[in-house]
């Protein structure tokens, strides 16, 4: 019987550095381990080296055994950079571009939409010179998921929808998004053409299921979970060190509550007993060197024992959390949000400082781990509060109760929780 081809579309994959990336990279890895054969079409890897982010580090953890096929993201050069542009375009950019959306289809994605002719020719292509069985299609962006429905569905493939984030909900208000109007046609014939739909999440999942009833049977969870070589349980010591370190590893968002973060700290920083500081690790926004990565950087340097460790590569990761006492869990949005690092975070066993919404999916992720540490609320003395007895978690030690917590976050992981969803694709694309 021959492999079964499945076409993961990813516009985010490595070499690109955002979040996005991993579950992708996981889902074809796990899928080429599981006997699959996978072809994966990506955004070229200029786009990420030149605009949006890249760890090359991360092209290392590609099994061998994936084809990743590269697709130009910006149809006149592959470089965003405005020296590279021809002199149509230069002479006047706001009618080239207006000129370009003319002949796109009329989807409600921002820049996104730009890459759908180019997935769908790439998908019809990858068919006819090796016949796919199946399409998987991951998101946001979501105009892949445009291009991977209407190939699917014109070619009688089925389909699979990985939903990371949400096409119809602002996941940090819990109401429909701002587009809801113009995005329902398409999520709508989506839903009537694909075999499922995951969510990463049970709120996001309930929260589809209660406005599509008729599709609740399609729609599932496929939670996100942290990856081996990310974090180094038995690098993790429990003797705290001086000064006591917290860190914040990841992304700094342009959502970010880094005012309130600061003003908590300062506040547990002064009443310490003995020097603390915290470090930030990861970049400061989604581009390098923009006025919002600068002014995050200003911040963080005018405040007292704080300081930012730069971006560090994903392999080295497991480094950069045996160097930490405490761990700073910071984001926005409620039932809705979880974040990737909620998982990593727990699978070190350190001490968690949690400033999220009380309502957040992060909290129901983290309820039963012995070291979480929940912010009240939001307000700063809330922060602080939880930063206090999070420090204090690391001051006592407990070798015991770093076991525990490690035990807890094991459970945790991206490879258990992606083994049900691959034999899923491999049942649907036999």
Do not use: C
């Not at 590269?70 to 207006?98: C, I, M, Q, T």
């Not at 009443?271 to 995050?296: I, K």
């Not at 991206?414 to 034999?423: D, I, Q, S, T």
């Amino acid at each position: 019987m021959p492999r079964p081809h499945v076409a993961l579309v990813s516009w985010g994959f490595p070499p690109f550095r955002g979040s996005g990336t991993f579950r992708p990279l996981a889902l074809a890895n796990a899928l080429a381990a599981a006997g699959a054969q996978v072809t994966v079409l990506a955004a070229a890897r200029e786009t990420f080296l030149a605009h949006y982010g890249a760890d090359p580090g991360l092209e290392a953890q590609i099994d061998p055994r994936v084809e990743v096929r590269r697709l130009p993201f910006y149809p006149e050069n592959p470089w965003p950079v405005v020296n590279d542009w021809g002199p149509v375009r230069a002479s006047d950019p706001r009618r080239f571009a207006a000129d370009r959306r003319r002949v796109l289809p009329a989807f409600p994605e921002k820049v996104y939409e730009t890459w759908i002719p180019r997935v769908a020719a790439a998908l019809r292509d990858l068919h006819a010179a090796d016949p796919v069985s199946l399409m998987l299609a991951t998101a946001g962006p979501y105009g892949q998921v445009e291009a991977a429905a209407s190939v699917a569905t014109d070619l009688g493939l089925p389909l699979v929808i990985d939903d990371r984030d949400s096409f119809l909900a602002d996941v940090f208000t819990g109401e429909e998004h701002e587009w809801f109007d113009q995005r329902l046609p398409f999520a709508l014939r989506w839903f009537r053409s694909a075999r499922d739909v995951w969510f990463v999440n049970p709120p996001i999942r309930d929260w589809h299921a209660r406005r599509f009833p008729e599709f609740a049977d399609k729609f599932r969870v496929v939670e996100n979970g942290w990856d081996a070589g990310v974090v180094d349980p038995a690098r993790i010591s429990p003797s705290p060190r001086t000064p006591l370190r917290m860190g914040y590893v990841g992304l700094v968002p342009t959502n970010f509550p880094m005012a309130s973060l600061l003003q908590a700290w300062e506040q547990v920083r002064a009443a310490s007993p003995e020097p603390v500081e915290l470090v930030f690790t990861g970049p400061l926004g989604y581009t390098e060197g923009s006025p919002f990565w600068r002014g995050m950087q200003e911040r963080i340097e005018a405040a007292a024992d704080v300081s930012w460790a730069g971006h560090v590569s994903r392999p080295d990761l497991p480094g950069v959390y045996a160097g930490l006492d405490a761990l700073l869990l910071a984001k926005e949005g409620g039932e809705l949000v979880t974040g990737g690092k909620t998982y990593e975070y727990a699978a070190t066993g350190l001490p968690i400082a949690g400033a999220v919404d009380p309502g957040s999916d992060a909290v129901r992720v983290l309820r039963d781990h012995p070291r979480f540490h929940p912010a009240a609320g939001l307000a700063v003395t809330d922060i602080a509060a939880a930063l206090a007895a999070t420090l204090q978690d690391a001051r006592a030690g407990d070798a015991a109760v770093l076991q525990a917590a490690q035990a807890h976050g094991n459970a945790l992981s991206r490879a258990a929780a992606l083994e049900p969803a691959v034999a899923r694709v491999l049942e649907l694309a036999s």
